[in-house]
């Protein structure tokens, strides 16, 4: 698979990613990252997750398609709604999946721990 290298990645445009948190992101030119929606203990928020080509130990998103222009408005719903929709396709597609690393589903995504220590 080819990635889009971070200068080739149009501000404000919504991506196909493999990231740690997610499956779609609107990149953000000023921050090098991308915009996307993320669960963690049940809570679903916008977070920014840097594009791969800032280095280690943050960049860790891999762009591979340019979906455009997002719809105006609040990301936060219409990125859930592209998660869930990732989701059911992907469970559909692997009926034997056993509910780990859903969203790591490439090996090369090795990054350190933000300091929680």
């Known amino acids: 698979m080819t990635f889009i290298s971070l200068r080739n990645c149009i501000d404000g445009h919504l991506y196909k990613i493999r990231a740690r948190n997610g499956h779609y992101g609107v990149f953000n030119k000023d921050q090098s990252s991308f915009t996307l929606a993320r669960e963690k203990f049940g809570e679903v928020f916008l977070f920014d997750e840097f594009h791969h080509d800032t280095g280690p130990p943050f960049g860790t998103v ?3 398609l340019d979906l455009g222009l997002p719809p105006e408005g609040d990301r936060l719903p219409y990125l859930k709604k592209l998660e869930r929709e990732w989701l059911i396709s992907f469970l559909k597609e692997n009926p034997e999946y056993d ?3 859903l969203l790591k589903p490439w090996e090369d995504c090795k990054t ?4 929680h220590g």
């Open 112 to 115: 350190q721990k933000r300091g």
């Open 99 to 101: 509910g780990k690393n």
């Open 62 to 64: 891999k762009p591979h």
